[in-house]
């Protein structure tokens, strides 16, 4: 029998389950609770007491689980228990686990949409410790949102050696990269912006002090697992990428900084779009299209509504989508109009989007995109365009 671990915050309070909740005891499952019993405030400050954080149920009876929380939430539609999912798991590259060591934290994979403990510190039949084969067998990994610190933390610590002893290799990538990504993760799913913008700033120092201390490492933040493809990791990408060509055309520390922060943000308003929108597979309508294109100016409403973001990082999110030749939107702005760095935020949205899978087509090969971007003339910025495919050329490959 297999069992899933919630964290106990995430228990829906005075519902009946309809499914039993158990507890580890000396490396056993045990009973806590049966299914008729509903878990109260009482439960759950009684389980704090304890240190409990987090509770088990039956892998069989997860979709049962999803479906309720689903709808405590306040979800509905096809796309309820995705959206559950996506908001309390973080995606994570597998290879930031160093084989032999034994994280603090759960680690996941979706076996036909439904998490599975792979490496677990406490879950009894699940292993603790990262194997040779979890690194080969599995291509993608999650952990629970509530974990990301204990996850931060064990990166600190298993990579600090490598990363601080020899810069140019992938480790450090890998940890400013995984570092920016739940940098991201905070801005598009934390509650209250203003306290996730400090935590970005710093990610953004890290990976631009990273990229001048050496070129080799920022292969390993393009490096980029297509599994995934979520806005908040395009985000990542975008800034990445922007912040590598800004280094290349020499721009100041503080245009650099504003393109990190500008790619981190440019999709921010997609955060107020209807989730189902965004999730959708099939054909979309026009109706829909202008919907999903609103996510610039509603993008723009939420940069103001952030105290302390700089104003200047507000036309690399209005304008991200506009082209040169007058075809983008919202305000179809000319070659001219364009703030600069807008125009490199939206080379990489592009770049970004044709290299990553899209739910209606396959990812293109990067040496198909760039050919792609040369035949969109004069929409784009050609002469940028030309430095980005040079610095792609001159980036360090780890072996
Ligand atoms: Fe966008
Ligand atoms: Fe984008």
């Known amino acids: 029998m297999i069992y899933i671990p919630i964290p106990i915050g995430e228990l829906p309070i005075n519902e009946t389950y309809g499914f039993d909740l158990y507890l580890t005891y000396n490396k056993k499952y045990v009973l806590?609770?049966?299914?008729?019993?509903?878990?109260?405030?009482?439960?759950?400050?009684?389980?704090?007491?304890?240190g409990?954080?987090?509770?088990?149920?039956?892998?069989g009876d997860y979709p049962k689980f999803l479906r309720l929380t689903a709808r405590v939430a306040g979800y509905s539609g096809d796309n309820s228990q995705i959206r559950y999912l996506q908001e309390k798991f973080v995606f994570i590259d597998i290879?930031?686990?160093?084989?032999?060591?034994?994280?603090?934290?759960?680690?996941?994979?979706?076996?036909?949409?439904?998490?599975?403990?792979?490496?677990?510190?406490?879950?009894?039949g699940v292993p603790t410790s990262v194997t040779e084969q979890h690194l080969l067998e599995f291509t993608s990994a999650y952990i629970f949102q509530v974990d990301l610190e204990k996850y931060y933390d064990y990166l600190q610590n298993s990579w600090a050696e490598e990363a601080t002893y020899q810069p140019m290799n992938v480790a450090g990538g890998i940890l400013m990269r995984e570092n920016a990504k739940m940098a991201a993760h905070g801005l598009f799913h934390c509650p209250e912006p203003k306290e996730a913008l400090p935590v970005a700033n710093k990610a953004i120092d890290q990976i631009l002090e990273s990229m001048f201390d050496n070129g080799g490492t920022y292969y390993a933040l393009l490096k980029i697992s297509d599994q995934d493809f979520n806005t908040y990791i395009h985000s990542v990408n975008v800034a990445v990428l922007s912040m590598g060509l800004g280094i290349r055309l020499k721009l100041s520390q503080f245009q650099l900084q504003l393109l990190g922060l500008g790619g981190?943000?440019?999709?921010?308003?997609?955060?107020?779009?209807?989730?189902?929108?965004?999730?959708?597979?099939?054909?979309?309508?026009?109706?829909?299209?202008?919907?999903?294109?609103?996510?610039?100016?509603?993008?723009?409403?939420w940069c103001r509504e952030v105290p302390g973001l700089p104003p200047d990082v507000l036309p690399i999110v209005a304008q991200h989508h506009e082209q040169m030749d007058g075809t983008?939107?919202?305000?179809?702005?000319?070659?001219?109009?364009?703030?600069?760095?807008?125009?490199?935020?939206?080379?990489?949205?592009?770049?970004?989007?044709?290299?990553?899978?899209?739910?209606?087509?396959?990812?293109?090969?990067?040496?198909?995109?760039?050919?792609?971007?040369?035949?969109?003339g004069k929409a784009i910025n050609q002469e940028f365009l030309t430095q980005f495919i040079l610095m792609l050329g001159e980036q360090h490959r780890p072996t």
């Open 32 to 50: 806590f609770r049966s299914r008729q019993l509903p878990v109260d405030e009482n439960v759950l400050l009684q389980l704090r007491e304890n």
């Open 264 to 301: 981190m943000l440019h999709d921010i308003g997609k955060t107020r779009i209807d989730p189902d929108l965004l999730l959708k597979k099939t054909k979309i309508s026009p109706s829909e299209y202008e919907s999903l294109r609103e996510h610039v100016t509603l993008g723009v409403e």
């Open 328 to 376: 983008g939107y919202p305000d179809k702005l000319k070659i001219g109009q364009i703030d600069p760095l807008a125009q490199i935020v939206n080379i990489m949205e592009i770049y970004d989007s044709l290299t990553n899978r899209q739910p209606f087509r396959d990812a293109f090969s990067p040496f198909q995109s760039l050919g792609k971007m040369r035949e969109m």
């Open 95 to 124: 290879h930031t686990l160093r084989k032999g060591s034994t994280p603090d934290f759960t680690v996941f994979t979706v076996e036909s949409g439904l998490p599975t403990p792979i490496i677990a510190p406490d879950l009894p």
């Open 52 to 59: 409990v954080e987090k509770i088990y149920i039956e892998k």
